[in-house]
Protein backbone atom coordinates (compact mmCIF):
# COMPACT_ATOMS: atom_id res chain seq x y z
CA UNK A 1 0.00 0.00 0.00
CA UNK A 2 1.52 3.35 -0.86
CA UNK A 3 1.86 5.85 1.50
CA UNK A 4 4.07 8.46 -0.17
CA UNK A 5 2.84 7.95 -3.93
CA UNK A 6 2.72 12.33 -4.27
CA UNK A 7 6.46 12.60 -2.53
CA UNK A 8 7.43 9.76 -4.86
CA UNK A 9 5.95 11.43 -7.73
CA UNK A 10 7.36 14.38 -7.20
CA UNK A 11 5.55 16.51 -4.77
CA UNK A 12 6.71 16.90 -0.74
CA UNK A 13 3.92 18.88 0.97
CA UNK A 14 6.01 18.50 4.04
CA UNK A 15 9.49 19.34 2.33
CA UNK A 16 7.57 22.38 1.06
CA UNK A 17 6.02 23.49 3.94
CA UNK A 18 9.25 23.43 5.70
CA UNK A 19 10.83 25.20 2.86
CA UNK A 20 7.86 27.90 2.84
CA UNK A 21 8.77 29.08 6.06
CA UNK A 22 12.68 29.26 5.64
CA UNK A 23 11.35 31.62 2.97
CA UNK A 24 8.95 32.95 5.29
CA UNK A 25 11.37 33.53 8.40
CA UNK A 26 13.70 36.18 5.94
CA UNK A 27 10.74 38.18 5.53
CA UNK A 28 11.15 40.76 8.25
CA UNK A 29 10.67 44.04 6.66
CA UNK A 30 6.78 45.97 7.16
CA UNK A 31 6.30 48.87 5.20
CA UNK A 32 5.03 51.30 8.86
CA UNK A 33 2.71 53.81 7.05
CA UNK A 34 -0.86 54.10 6.95
CA UNK A 35 -0.43 51.57 4.10
CA UNK A 36 1.23 48.71 6.04
CA UNK A 37 0.48 45.20 5.97
CA UNK A 38 -2.76 44.24 8.44
CA UNK A 39 -2.51 40.77 8.10
CA UNK A 40 0.33 37.73 8.90
CA UNK A 41 2.01 35.63 6.63
CA UNK A 42 0.85 32.47 6.08
CA UNK A 43 -3.11 32.83 5.17
CA UNK A 44 -4.90 32.49 2.04
CA UNK A 45 -4.47 36.04 1.21
CA UNK A 46 -2.57 39.03 2.65
CA UNK A 47 -3.37 42.87 2.89
CA UNK A 48 -2.63 46.11 3.58
CA UNK A 49 -4.72 49.40 5.33
CA UNK A 50 -6.48 51.53 2.29
CA UNK A 51 -8.44 53.87 5.02
CA UNK A 52 -11.60 51.87 6.22
CA UNK A 53 -11.10 49.13 3.64
CA UNK A 54 -8.10 46.19 3.19
CA UNK A 55 -6.68 45.72 -0.27
CA UNK A 56 -5.26 42.23 -0.48
CA UNK A 57 -2.95 39.78 -2.87
CA UNK A 58 -3.20 36.70 -3.97
CA UNK A 59 -1.16 34.84 -6.66
CA UNK A 60 -0.84 31.41 -7.79
CA UNK A 61 -0.53 29.40 -10.51
CA UNK A 62 -2.21 25.97 -12.67
CA UNK A 63 1.04 24.08 -12.48
CA UNK A 64 1.40 20.78 -14.34
CA UNK A 65 -1.95 20.80 -15.26
CA UNK A 66 -0.57 22.78 -17.90
CA UNK A 67 1.32 18.97 -18.84
CA UNK A 68 -2.13 17.54 -19.02
CA UNK A 69 -2.83 20.60 -21.87
CA UNK A 70 -0.07 19.54 -23.43
CA UNK A 71 -1.00 16.48 -23.68
CA UNK A 72 -4.83 17.06 -24.61
CA UNK A 73 -2.98 20.04 -27.13
CA UNK A 74 -6.31 21.83 -24.89
CA UNK A 75 -5.34 24.78 -23.58
CA UNK A 76 -8.75 26.87 -24.10
CA UNK A 77 -9.87 26.10 -20.39
CA UNK A 78 -6.42 26.61 -18.18
CA UNK A 79 -6.40 30.21 -18.15
CA UNK A 80 -10.44 29.71 -15.69
CA UNK A 81 -8.09 27.74 -13.26
CA UNK A 82 -5.26 30.08 -13.24
CA UNK A 83 -8.15 32.70 -11.90
CA UNK A 84 -9.85 30.20 -9.86
CA UNK A 85 -6.76 29.60 -7.70
CA UNK A 86 -6.34 33.37 -7.16
CA UNK A 87 -9.66 34.36 -6.47
CA UNK A 88 -10.97 31.10 -4.61
CA UNK A 89 -7.88 32.12 -1.90
CA UNK A 90 -9.83 36.08 -1.25
CA UNK A 91 -13.73 34.65 -1.14
CA UNK A 92 -12.21 32.66 2.15
CA UNK A 93 -11.79 35.72 3.84
CA UNK A 94 -14.93 37.55 2.53
CA UNK A 95 -12.53 39.17 -0.20
CA UNK A 96 -14.13 41.22 -3.66
CA UNK A 97 -11.66 40.25 -6.15
CA UNK A 98 -11.41 43.21 -8.98
CA UNK A 99 -8.43 43.10 -10.76
CA UNK A 100 -5.73 40.61 -12.20
CA UNK A 101 -2.75 39.95 -14.08
CA UNK A 102 -1.26 37.09 -15.41
CA UNK A 103 2.19 35.99 -16.32
CA UNK A 104 2.72 33.23 -19.41
CA UNK A 105 6.23 31.84 -19.39
CA UNK A 106 7.52 30.01 -22.38
CA UNK A 107 10.08 27.91 -24.11
CA UNK A 108 8.75 29.65 -27.66
CA UNK A 109 5.91 31.14 -28.34
CA UNK A 110 2.40 30.31 -29.79
CA UNK A 111 -0.18 32.29 -31.19
CA UNK A 112 -2.60 29.43 -31.01
CA UNK A 113 -2.22 28.71 -27.18
CA UNK A 114 -2.00 32.55 -26.50
CA UNK A 115 -5.25 32.71 -28.19
CA UNK A 116 -6.60 29.41 -26.27
CA UNK A 117 -5.41 31.00 -22.59
CA UNK A 118 -6.79 34.30 -23.73
CA UNK A 119 -10.19 32.53 -24.04
CA UNK A 120 -9.94 30.56 -20.61
CA UNK A 121 -8.54 33.71 -18.63
CA UNK A 122 -11.59 35.76 -20.00
CA UNK A 123 -14.16 33.37 -18.51
CA UNK A 124 -12.75 33.45 -15.56
CA UNK A 125 -12.48 36.79 -15.36
CA UNK A 126 -16.21 37.06 -15.94
CA UNK A 127 -17.34 34.16 -13.44
CA UNK A 128 -15.35 36.24 -11.00
CA UNK A 129 -16.59 39.61 -12.30
CA UNK A 130 -12.84 41.27 -12.46
CA UNK A 131 -10.74 43.27 -14.92
CA UNK A 132 -7.75 41.17 -16.69
CA UNK A 133 -5.36 44.73 -16.49
CA UNK A 134 -2.35 42.99 -18.16
CA UNK A 135 0.27 40.75 -17.70
CA UNK A 136 3.73 39.94 -19.14
CA UNK A 137 4.96 37.08 -21.14
CA UNK A 138 8.21 35.65 -21.10
CA UNK A 139 10.29 33.38 -23.98
CA UNK A 140 12.90 31.53 -21.37
CA UNK A 141 14.56 29.17 -23.85
CA UNK A 142 16.86 26.72 -21.90
CA UNK A 143 14.97 28.00 -18.59
CA UNK A 144 11.29 26.79 -19.33
CA UNK A 145 10.76 23.45 -21.40
CA UNK A 146 6.94 24.39 -22.51
CA UNK A 147 4.43 26.38 -20.93
CA UNK A 148 3.77 28.13 -16.94
CA UNK A 149 0.77 29.96 -16.62
CA UNK A 150 0.57 31.73 -13.47
CA UNK A 151 -0.81 35.33 -12.15
CA UNK A 152 -1.64 37.34 -9.17
CA UNK A 153 -5.27 38.99 -8.31
CA UNK A 154 -6.48 41.83 -6.47
CA UNK A 155 -9.09 42.37 -3.67
CA UNK A 156 -10.95 44.59 -1.72
CA UNK A 157 -13.34 44.80 1.70
CA UNK A 158 -14.08 46.66 4.09
CA UNK A 159 -11.82 46.24 6.85
CA UNK A 160 -14.50 45.06 9.39
CA UNK A 161 -16.14 42.73 7.21
CA UNK A 162 -12.99 40.85 6.48
CA UNK A 163 -13.24 37.12 7.76
CA UNK A 164 -9.87 35.43 9.61
CA UNK A 165 -11.41 32.38 11.45
CA UNK A 166 -11.10 34.06 14.43
CA UNK A 167 -14.80 33.88 15.54
CA UNK A 168 -14.93 30.01 14.44
CA UNK A 169 -16.23 28.29 18.24
CA UNK A 170 -16.83 24.74 18.70
CA UNK A 171 -20.21 23.71 17.88
CA UNK A 172 -20.08 25.34 14.53
CA UNK A 173 -20.78 23.12 11.40
CA UNK A 174 -19.02 22.97 8.22
CA UNK A 175 -20.29 23.28 4.82
CA UNK A 176 -19.01 21.47 2.32
CA UNK A 177 -19.44 22.83 -1.36
CA UNK A 178 -18.25 20.36 -4.10
CA UNK A 179 -15.63 21.00 -6.43
CA UNK A 180 -15.90 20.15 -10.05
CA UNK A 181 -13.35 17.24 -9.89
CA UNK A 182 -9.58 17.43 -9.31
CA UNK A 183 -9.13 21.62 -9.47
CA UNK A 184 -5.89 22.10 -10.08
CA UNK A 185 -3.85 20.33 -7.54
CA UNK A 186 -2.44 16.92 -6.87
CA UNK A 187 -1.62 17.10 -10.99
CA UNK A 188 1.37 15.66 -10.06
CA UNK A 189 0.24 12.15 -8.88
CA UNK A 190 -3.10 12.31 -11.38
CA UNK A 191 -0.50 12.60 -14.20
CA UNK A 192 1.97 9.52 -12.78
CA UNK A 193 -0.79 7.51 -12.35
CA UNK A 194 -2.41 7.98 -15.89
CA UNK A 195 0.94 7.46 -17.06
CA UNK A 196 1.59 4.39 -15.71
CA UNK A 197 -1.85 2.59 -15.77
CA UNK A 198 -3.70 4.53 -17.84
CA UNK A 199 -3.92 6.85 -20.62
CA UNK A 200 -5.16 10.13 -21.32
CA UNK A 201 -8.05 8.60 -23.96
CA UNK A 202 -9.08 6.06 -21.51
CA UNK A 203 -12.71 6.44 -20.63
CA UNK A 204 -14.46 6.46 -17.14
CA UNK A 205 -17.78 4.75 -16.21
CA UNK A 206 -18.91 7.77 -16.50
CA UNK A 207 -17.84 8.23 -20.01
CA UNK A 208 -15.56 11.04 -19.61
CA UNK A 209 -11.59 10.36 -21.25
CA UNK A 210 -9.13 10.59 -18.27
CA UNK A 211 -7.63 13.65 -20.27
CA UNK A 212 -11.15 15.56 -20.36
CA UNK A 213 -11.76 15.23 -17.12
CA UNK A 214 -8.09 16.18 -15.52
CA UNK A 215 -8.81 19.66 -17.59
CA UNK A 216 -12.27 19.90 -16.23
CA UNK A 217 -11.93 23.68 -14.93
CA UNK A 218 -12.22 24.52 -10.83
CA UNK A 219 -15.14 26.17 -9.76
CA UNK A 220 -15.38 29.50 -8.79
CA UNK A 221 -17.39 30.16 -5.44
CA UNK A 222 -18.18 34.12 -6.06
CA UNK A 223 -21.35 33.38 -4.30
CA UNK A 224 -19.68 33.31 -1.09
CA UNK A 225 -19.61 37.14 -1.16
CA UNK A 226 -23.28 36.64 -1.31
CA UNK A 227 -23.48 34.30 1.74
CA UNK A 228 -21.68 36.57 3.39
CA UNK A 229 -23.87 39.46 3.80
CA UNK A 230 -26.72 37.77 4.31
CA UNK A 231 -25.28 35.26 6.96
CA UNK A 232 -22.97 35.14 10.03
CA UNK A 233 -19.94 33.50 8.76
CA UNK A 234 -17.01 32.11 11.10
CA UNK A 235 -14.69 31.01 8.56
CA UNK A 236 -13.99 29.48 5.05
CA UNK A 237 -11.38 27.48 3.64
CA UNK A 238 -10.38 26.72 0.12
CA UNK A 239 -9.44 22.88 -0.75
CA UNK A 240 -6.74 23.25 -2.49
CA UNK A 241 -2.95 22.04 -2.73
CA UNK A 242 -2.51 19.91 0.48
CA UNK A 243 -6.28 18.64 0.48
CA UNK A 244 -7.71 18.93 4.20
CA UNK A 245 -4.55 20.36 5.94
CA UNK A 246 -6.16 23.29 4.93
CA UNK A 247 -8.28 23.95 7.38
CA UNK A 248 -5.32 24.05 10.05
CA UNK A 249 -4.87 27.70 8.43
CA UNK A 250 -8.06 29.22 9.99
CA UNK A 251 -7.26 28.27 13.41
CA UNK A 252 -6.07 24.92 15.88
CA UNK A 253 -9.57 23.34 16.53
CA UNK A 254 -11.26 19.79 15.94
CA UNK A 255 -12.48 19.85 12.29
CA UNK A 256 -14.52 16.52 12.38
CA UNK A 257 -16.29 15.07 9.08
CA UNK A 258 -19.25 12.80 10.13
CA UNK A 259 -20.21 12.74 6.51
CA UNK A 260 -18.23 13.83 4.04
CA UNK A 261 -18.68 14.37 0.50
CA UNK A 262 -18.67 11.53 -2.04
CA UNK A 263 -15.16 11.88 -4.44
CA UNK A 264 -16.42 12.25 -7.81
CA UNK A 265 -14.83 8.72 -9.98
CA UNK A 266 -11.76 10.60 -10.88
CA UNK A 267 -10.54 9.93 -7.61
CA UNK A 268 -12.00 6.65 -6.80
CA UNK A 269 -9.62 5.98 -10.07
CA UNK A 270 -6.36 6.97 -9.20
CA UNK A 271 -6.60 5.61 -5.51
CA UNK A 272 -7.31 2.29 -6.77
CA UNK A 273 -4.83 2.25 -9.63
CA UNK A 274 -2.31 3.37 -7.06
CA UNK A 275 -3.53 1.94 -4.51
CA UNK A 276 -3.18 4.91 -2.48
CA UNK A 277 -4.81 5.35 1.07
CA UNK A 278 -7.17 7.48 2.37
CA UNK A 279 -5.25 9.64 4.17
CA UNK A 280 -2.91 10.49 1.11
CA UNK A 281 -5.85 10.91 -0.85
CA UNK A 282 -7.24 13.85 1.83
CA UNK A 283 -3.75 15.04 1.86
CA UNK A 284 -3.17 15.89 -1.55
CA UNK A 285 -6.73 15.85 -3.42
CA UNK A 286 -9.96 17.99 -2.49
CA UNK A 287 -11.56 14.46 -2.74
CA UNK A 288 -15.19 16.11 -4.31
CA UNK A 289 -15.05 19.01 -1.65
CA UNK A 290 -13.30 22.48 -3.37
CA UNK A 291 -14.54 24.72 -0.32
CA UNK A 292 -16.31 25.18 3.13
CA UNK A 293 -18.09 27.06 4.81
CA UNK A 294 -17.59 27.11 8.85
CA UNK A 295 -21.13 28.90 10.42
CA UNK A 296 -23.63 28.44 13.00
CA UNK A 297 -26.27 26.00 11.88
CA UNK A 298 -29.35 28.62 11.40
CA UNK A 299 -27.46 29.87 8.14
CA UNK A 300 -26.86 26.66 5.99
CA UNK A 301 -29.92 27.56 4.27
CA UNK A 302 -28.67 30.23 3.40
CA UNK A 303 -25.19 28.34 1.82
CA UNK A 304 -27.71 26.32 0.43
CA UNK A 305 -29.80 28.84 -1.48
CA UNK A 306 -26.60 29.30 -3.67
CA UNK A 307 -25.02 26.39 -4.09
CA UNK A 308 -28.29 23.62 -3.45
CA UNK A 309 -25.27 20.81 -3.75
CA UNK A 310 -23.71 21.83 -0.41
CA UNK A 311 -24.71 20.25 2.71
CA UNK A 312 -23.39 19.87 6.28
CA UNK A 313 -20.42 17.79 6.03
CA UNK A 314 -19.44 17.89 10.19
CA UNK A 315 -18.63 19.73 12.83
CA UNK A 316 -15.99 21.86 15.02
CA UNK A 317 -14.92 20.81 18.59
CA UNK A 318 -11.92 21.90 20.99
CA UNK A 319 -9.41 19.41 20.47
CA UNK A 320 -7.14 20.24 17.38
CA UNK A 321 -7.13 17.84 15.00
CA UNK A 322 -8.32 16.62 11.35
CA UNK A 323 -10.89 13.64 12.07
CA UNK A 324 -12.51 11.85 9.08
CA UNK A 325 -15.63 9.00 9.88
CA UNK A 326 -14.18 8.87 13.76
CA UNK A 327 -10.57 8.42 12.44
CA UNK A 328 -7.53 11.03 13.28
CA UNK A 329 -6.14 11.85 9.71
CA UNK A 330 -3.33 14.51 10.74
Known amino acids: MEQDAYRDAGVDIDLEAAAVKSLISELTYRRTDHFGMASEIGHFAGFISFGKYVLAMAVDGVGTKMLVADAMQDWSTVG ?11 YVMNLEPVAFVDYIATSALS ?96 GTTLGEELLRPTRIYADVLHIC ?41 IATVGDITEPEMYRTFNMGMGYVIILPKEGVQTVQKY ?6 VGTITSEPGIILKGRRLF
Open 80 to 90: IDCIAMNVNDL
Open 111 to 206: TEQMRQIGKGLNEGARQSNLSILGGETATLKGLVTGLDLAGACLGIQEREKVITGSAIIPGDVMVGIPSSGIHSNGLTLARRMVEEHGSYAERLPS
Open 229 to 269: AETDVHGMCHITGGGLTNLNRLGAYGYVFESPLVPQEIFEW
Open 307 to 312: YPDARI
